[in-house]
């Protein structure tokens, strides 16, 4: 009889954690961490109020289940690695070894697959039999001369600075894990200036002043859930992706404070935001909400939603390119204007890193200098 193989749960790099709901349940999913950063899928698993012995039953099994995924998820990473060990070489080619870096976020969950795909295929164009042993800094020098002047898009047209810096972030980032599997000694991407670089030019950030706001909530609108919803975000500051998605079992009540949760579309983050009353107000009213329904749930498609928002905000004599992102915007331009902390708000916009906060920072002390500038003008 042969030995019973041992399972790698116990070492895996996965922890199986809960997170109780708003209607009681309880909610499975797995946490990784990863360089320093946390990874979270959930299972859409949930274990019930053990009130009755069929619910233990029931989450017994539930409970089985989840670790079944667990123990999948580990065997499945461990395998990744092992073929990574595996195809170590000094001779590997670089397009190569962007297919095992693909493998590696595959199985891991990540959501840059495509720019992968993409950094891959550039690479090719630019030197398709470069190895990965000769990437070194006049490499990278030429890369970013190549992105800057020679990459074009299917259509055939120069790629903008903000796609260049992309695929040359990503480039970078395949070059690290290159050096964490011994691969090569170091990074030459690192050895590159700040002016060698791709500098990406400072995105645009629309939003709407609190003057601009009121005049919105002062201007009747046909479509009531599109006002709702749009008025909603700029008082909590969710994406229109997070605002589609978000079911009324999302919010709860804890003492006299209302609170949202829900796991970020685009950072797969979950985040909890105290909601203020404001807030509250645009939600739609409901007498008896059910759990799993939507919260704004007739919502009218993208292209809609912004025709939508453009004849509204016309009517309120609001003259900015106002979409559903500038909610976002104007909520975090409102919390930092009326004295926030920079650290607090990029809490609640579930930033990871300030610095993707700091953008609206600059807005808010461009509209200090412009206020202190009147003087000037008025004397």
């Not at 195809?87 to 962007?98: A, F």
């Not at 040359?168 to 030459?188: H, M």
């Not at 890193?353 to 202190?372: L, N």
Request: hydrophobic residues 35%.
């Amino acid at each position: 009889m042969g030995r019973k193989r041992k399972s790698p749960i116990g070492k895996s790099p996965f922890k199986l954690r809960q997170r109780k709901l708003a209607d009681g349940r309880i909610s499975l999913f797995l946490d990784r961490s990863v360089d320093g950063k946390h990874e979270y899928e959930f299972l859409q698993l949930y274990l019930l109020p053990e009130d009755t012995a069929k619910a233990k039953r029931q989450n017994a099994r539930t409970m089985r289940e989840a670790e079944s995924i667990l123990q999948e998820r580990t065997e499945a990473l461990l395998t990744s690695k092992a073929a990574t060990v595996e195809h170590k070489s000094s001779g590997m080619l670089l397009s190569e070894w962007m297919e095992v870096v693909r493998k590696s976020h595959e199985h891991r969950g990540a959501r840059d697959l495509n720019g992968i795909d993409n950094t891959r295929k550039n690479l090719v164009k630019f030197r398709a039999e470069a190895r990965l042993d000769e990437v070194d800094r006049q490499f990278c020098l030429d890369y970013v001369g190549w992105l800057r002047s020679s990459c074009k898009t299917a259509w055939g047209k120069p790629i903008t600075p903000k796609t260049a810096s992309t695929y040359s972030t990503t480039f970078r980032t395949a070059l690290n894990e290159a050096v964490r599997e011994g691969l090569i000694a170091s990074n030459p991407w690192n050895s590159l200036e700040a002016a060698e670089k791709i500098k990406v030019p400072e995105s645009r950030r629309d939003f709407l002043t609190i003057e601009e706001i009121k005049r919105m909530i002062d201007t009747p609108f046909f479509n009531e859930q599109v006002k709702q919803a749009y008025l909603f975000s700029c008082f909590c500051g969710l994406r229109i992706s997070d605002v589609r998605k978000l079911r009324w079992k999302d919010i709860s009540m804890s003492g006299e404070e209302w609170r949202v949760s829900v796991v970020m579309t685009k950072t797969s983050d979950p985040v909890y935001i105290p909601l203020s009353r404001q807030a509250v107000k645009w939600l739609p009213k409901v007498s008896n909400p059910i759990p799993e329904r939507a919260v704004f749930d007739r919502l009218p498609n993208n292209g809609n939603l912004g025709v939508n928002l453009w004849s509204w905000a016309k009517a309120a004599g609001v003259n900015k390119h106002v979409t559903f992102h500038t909610a976002r915007h104007s909520y975090a331009v409102t919390l930092l204007t009326l004295g926030a902390d920079i650290y607090t708000v990029s809490k609640l916009l579930g930033h990871r890193s300030v610095r993707s906060t700091q953008i609206y920072a600059k807005i808010v002390d461009r509209k200090k200098d412009e206020a202190v500038s009147l003087i000037d003008k008025a004397f």
